[in-house]
T-cell receptor, first 111, second 117 residues
Framework: GEDVEQSLFLSVREGDSSVINCTYT??????LYWYKQEPGAGLQLLTY?????DMKQDQRLTVLLNKKDKHLSLRIADTQTGDSAIYFC???????????FGTGTSLTVIP | GAVVSQHPSWVICKSGTSVKIECRSL??????MFWYRQFPKQSLMLMAT?????????EQGVEKDKFLINHASLTLSTLTVTSAHPEDSSFYIC?????????????FGPGTRLTVT
C-alpha cells in the first residue's frame, strides 16, 4: 500500500512558526490534505492542496508541495497553545476514494 | 457545513459480546462512507469502504465476518464488532463523502472509543 511518513514529535515556542513535514510514495496522488486531531476527538480538515499546485496559503497556514520529491509541508505562523494537537497528512487519488494517512505529528506549543 | 455524527461516543463491553456503532451524515447524502480504526498514538487505518446499497469493501487483513458493515441508507452506516475481544479496543472513526460534490473531501465523525473488558 501507500506509505505516508511524518516525524512523530515537534515542539515550538508560542509565537514561533511550526513546520510539519510529510513524505509520500505514491506519485499518482491527486489530493493532499492536512488534518488536525485534538485529544479524544475526531479529525478536523485544515486545508488541502491539489497535486498541480506548489503552494497554498490560508490565513496562518501555508502548505508547500514538492511533487518531484513527494514532500508536503504545513507551516503554522504565530503558533498558539491552541494549536497543540496531532497533525495528519493524507493523500488520495483522483479516481479512488481511499485516504491514506501519515503517522501523525504531535505538536506541542510551549507558552 | 457538512456534519457527520457517531453514536455512541464511547462504549465499554464485555469480551464476547457484540457492539454496534452508527455513523450518520446529518445534512448531506453520503454515497460512500469509510470506517477507520486508530490505536493509541497511531495513525488511522482504513478498515473498509461502504457504498449505499452494496457490500462493503474491506482492506487487506480486516476480517469481514468480525467487522460487519451495513450502509442501508444514504445517511447511515453501521459497524458491528462481533464477539469483541480486548484487542478490538480502539478508537473507531467514520467518514462520509458527499455524493453531491466533485471533490475527494471526506467529512469525519467525532469517533467512538470502544473498550472491551
Amino acid at each position: 500500500g501507500e506509505d505516508v511518513e511524518q516525524s512523530l514529535f515537534l515542539s515550538v515556542r508560542e509565537g514561533d512558526s511550526s513546520v510539519i513535514n510529510c513524505t509520500y510514495t505514491d506519485s499518482s496522488s491527486t489530493y493532499l490534505y492536512w488534518y488536525k486531531q485534538e485529544p479524544g476527538a475526531g479529525l478536523q480538515l485544515l486545508t488541502y492542496i491539489f497535486s498541480n499546485m506548489d503552494m497554498k496559503q490560508d490565513q496562518r497556514l501555508t502548505v508547500l508541495l514538492n511533487k518531484k520529491d513527494k514532500h508536503l509541508s504545513l507551516r503554522i505562523a504565530d503558533t498558539q497553545t491552541g494549536d497543540s494537537a496531532i497533525y495528519f497528512c493524507a493523500e488520495s487519488k483522483d479516481t479512488g476514494n481511499q485516504f491514506y494517512f501519515g503517522t501523525g505529528t504531535s505538536l506541542t506549543v510551549i507558552p | 457545513g457538512a456534519v457527520v455524527s457517531q453514536h455512541p461516543s464511547w462504549v465499554i463491553c464485555k469480551s464476547g459480546t457484540s457492539v454496534k456503532i452508527e455513523c450518520r451524515s446529518l445534512d448531506f447524502q453520503a454515497t460512500t462512507m469509510f470506517w477507520y480504526r486508530q490505536f493509541p498514538k497511531q495513525s488511522l487505518m482504513l478498515m473498509a469502504t461502504s457504498n449505499e446499497g452494496s457490500k462493503a469493501t474491506y482492506e487487506q487483513g480486516v476480517e469481514k465476518d468480525k467487522f460487519l458493515i451495513n450502509h442501508a441508507s444514504l445517511t447511515l452506516s453501521t459497524l458491528t464488532v462481533t464477539s469483541a475481544h480486548p484487542e478490538d479496543s480502539s478508537f473507531y472513526i467514520c467518514s462520509a463523502r458527499d455524493g453531491g460534490r466533485f471533490t475527494s473531501e471526506q467529512y469525519f465523525g467525532p469517533g467512538t472509543r470502544l473498550t472491551v473488558t
